[in-house]
């Protein structure tokens, strides 16, 4: 039993997944609707206690433009998968899935879909037991794939042991993981979804140098780096959106476009009465095979 619950105590996710899951929700509970994206089930299964919204980093009016920035690339995501389901793609891979909520909230999509989420495996082990504590299950077409990045795990073989076939197209959704792997880690990366069957498609974020964030953004990234640094997982990689596009190119991928954080915000944010909108930052490279 003693090793049961230290076997548990060592199963948590990531502090930083833990801290995405509850912007989405602050985001249904703090501003008004509509809402960009409803999620308030990554907050079950984190489960931070009655005090979480008084968190430094749950403010909601310091940190609104992080939050807003969250949820809009979450939709955006969200969008591009619904749109591939119609064009008749059925795997949906999800690099670094954290406390994602995609297949509890959308089983209209996903249940026609094999969904792979991919991450570290003491966050898995405590995700399935999460779900399952909370009543959802992991059906069939959920695969929570553990793959120890630390000790150098091969996600490719265990993603195709999980029943990933690479012969059949894809969309492979990768956010909030490239700053913190090296520009070499994330080359292969590409290189390796290049290969993807015909028809496959890549959303990936990654951060964008300090001058190039609009000037009332600058100082919370750079008062965020140290934060980062401290938890074990310091920002390593910056792009332009131009190098971010090349390196996807070069690598293979037939088509590449950079969607910017400012286009997401019109996309989700223009017409609020709040003002609410995303912070700069983040952006997007969308890649097809």
Known sequence: MADEQNRERNEVPDSTAVRVALWRALHVQADPPPHVIEDEIGLLLAAPGEGWRRRPDMEPRTTSGFRAAIVARARFVEDLVAEQVGHGVAQYVLLGAGLDTFAQRRPEFASHLRVFEIDQPDTQAWKRRRLIELGYGVPDWLRLVPVD??????????????????????VVVCTGVTMYLTKDATTATLRRLAGLASGSTLAMTFMLPAELLDDADRPALEATKPQAEAAGTPFISFYTPQEMVALARDAGFKEAEHVSGSALAERYFAHRADGLRPSTGEDLVLATT
């Not at 990045?149 to 894809?170: H, I, V």
């Open 149 to 170: 990045f630390e000790a150098g795990g091969d996600w490719w073989k265990q993603l195709t042991d999980a029943g990933f076939d690479p012969d059949r197209p894809a």
